[in-house]
Every structure is written in C-alpha cells, then in structure tokens.
C-alpha cells in the first residue's frame, strides 16, 4: 500500500471533533464491555484490521473472553450472548450495513429490550466507529506488529 495521509497530523481539528464524539460515548449508559462489542463487530463488518486489533484488545482489558471475542462474528449461533447483547449486536450490525436499511424487527427488539435511550446510543455509538473504521481504512491505518 502506497504511504497515505495522517489525518491527525493533516487535520488535527476533524481528529479532534471525533475524540469529542469518543467523550459523550464514554458518558452513556452502555457498558465499557458492550462499547467494545459493537466496535468490534462493526470493524469486523467493515474490515477495519486497525480497529479490530485495537477494539478486540480493549475488550480483553474490559473482562471480555477470548471464547465470546472469537464467536462475536457468529453470535447468534452460539449461547454466548445475553438478550441485551443480541439487542445490541443486531443493531450495530442493521446500522453498520445501512444501505441494507434497519429492518422493523431488528429496531423494535432493541426498542423492547433496551429502551430508547441505550437504543440510541447504541446508533451513535455505531456511527462514530463507522466513522473511525472508514477513516482507518481509507487511510490506511495498519496495527502494530
């Protein structure tokens, strides 16, 4: 891959704007354990390999187990997941594949489990690390090795 821009160095006002949306999701009622579920599946959808290493390390940090970090991309074929969990991983995945839309069903089960105010920032939370991953990617950010 051809070196690429870095967007903190190239526009430190847009990097920071995103680290200000970081701190309101840092606020919210969803657990540090489930903020780094939904960003680990999303960069798994998106392919972000950056984010995924970051993500799946922050997770492990946060009490996560390796057994439900290597089953997340399979989640509703295991037992591994609670309710609220699968309200939140249907989501983020609905949310991260949006041209697909978010079905009724998959918006109502999160309604009814989570209630609206975690629903939404479940969205949020979605949104900014879809924002991170296309950033990563375009750039292309790689991990440490």
Same mark, same amino acid.
């Given at each position: 891959?051809?070196n ?6 190239? =526009? ?13 999701w ?13 960003r680990? *599946? ?5 392919g972000?390999?950056?984010?995924i =290493?970051?993500?799946?390390?922050d997770?492990?940090?946060a009490g996560?187990?390796? *057994?439900r970090?290597y ?12 309710e609220?969990? *699968?309200?939140i ?8 594949l ?5 079905? =009724? =069903?998959?918006?109502?089960?999160a ?35």
């Open positions: 891959m051809s690429r821009i870095n967007m903190n160095k190239v =526009d430190p006002a847009a990097y920071k704007a995103m680290f200000e949306l970081e701190k309101y840092k606020t919210t009622s969803i657990s540090p354990l489930h903020q780094e579920m939904i680990t *599946r999303a960069s798994q959808i998106n972000c390999a950056y984010c =290493d970051m993500h799946t390390h997770a492990r940090k996560e187990t390796e *057994r970090i089953a997340l991309n399979a989640w509703r074929e295991t037992p591994f997941f609670t609220e969990e *699968r309200a991983l249907a989501l983020t995945e609905a949310v991260t949006i041209t697909k839309g978010v079905p =009724d =069903d998959v918006y109502e089960y309604v009814n489990v989570l209630g609206e105010q975690m629903t939404a920032q479940v969205i949020m939370g979605t949104a900014i690390i879809n924002a991170w991953n296309r950033i990563g990617i375009s750039t292309g950010m790689q991990p440490a090795l």
